[in-house]
T-cell receptor
Framework: DVKVTQSSRYLVKRTGEKVFLECVQDMDHENMFWYRQDPGLGLRLIYFSYDVKMKEKGDIPEGYSVSREKKERFSLILESASTNQTSMYLC??????????????FGQGTRLTVV | QQQVKQSPQSLIVQKGGISIINCAYENTAFDYFPWYQQFPGKGPALLIAIRPDVSEKKEGRFTISFNKSAKQFSLHIMDSQPGDSATYFCAASIFGNQFYFGTGTSLTVIP
């Protein structure tokens, strides 16, 4: 059974803290993504990565950074958490189109509250 | 700028009825159009997907209709059931390397 695993389901952090959200996939996928989900706004792409040590900004990268040191792991970092970063964060992975299945697989999400 | 526009935002359907969710896109480079289903507390999961070389794809009670010239696609849920109550997202992708999602539709199927 394929899996994308996010390290925490719920997190509460204080304003100004540095926050790490971890994501691991076991499907040997090249692509990994971080989205945030807010009511009425859908899923918005924060960052994505095509390969180890590669990263590309998505639509809303401000206030975030990422790290991909190993193929299976993609970390999202909030350098200095703010209350407007309170949200549901979703990690996903996929294979490029050369393979048969281009489906994006999602983790269960991390609900982050910044107080 | 929203790459994929989805409507309606919410939908209430009677059990046994047909649920229809619509999406539109602008970028003709998109080559893969999946629909995702999300239950509360879970991540989205692929429901059904289509490529632009076909106009319709059916899997059980779920059908995607695709109109390439109008740059629109829709999800039809036939014989809607209370267990279909969830949030549905349409998406579009280029070569499976980046996915753009609609804003989601909250579907409630009432018994």
């Amino acid at each position: 059974d394929v899996k994308v695993t996010q390290s925490s389901r719920y997190l509460v952090k204080r304003t100004g803290e540095k926050v790490f959200l971890e994501c691991v996939q076991d499907m040997d996928h090249e692509n990994m993504f971080w989205y945030r989900q807010d009511p009425g706004l859908g899923l918005r792409l924060i960052y994505f990565s095509y390969d180890v040590k590669m990263k590309e900004k998505g639509d809303i990268p401000e206030g975030y950074s990422v790290s991909r040191e190993k193929k299976e792991r993609f970390s999202l970092i909030l350098e200095s958490a703010s209350t407007n970063q309170t949200s549901m964060y979703l990690c996903a992975s996929s294979s490029p189109a050369q393979s048969a299945n281009t489906e994006a697989f999602f983790g269960q999400g991390t609900r982050l509250t910044v107080v | 700028q929203q790459q994929v526009k989805q409507s309606p935002q919410s939908l209430i359907v009677q059990k046994g009825g047909i649920s229809i969710i619509n999406c539109a896109y602008e970028n003709t480079a998109f080559d893969y159009f999946p629909w995702y289903q999300q239950f509360p507390g879970k991540g989205p999961a692929l429901l059904i997907a289509i490529r632009p070389d076909v106009s319709e794809k059916k899997e059980g009670r779920f059908t995607i209709s695709f109109n390439k010239s109008a740059k629109q696609f829709s999800l039809h849920i036939m014989d809607s059931q209370p267990g279909d109550s969830a949030t549905y997202f349409c998406a579009a992708s280029i070569f499976g390397n980046q996915f753009y999602f609609g804003t989601g539709t909250s579907l409630t199927v009432i018994p």
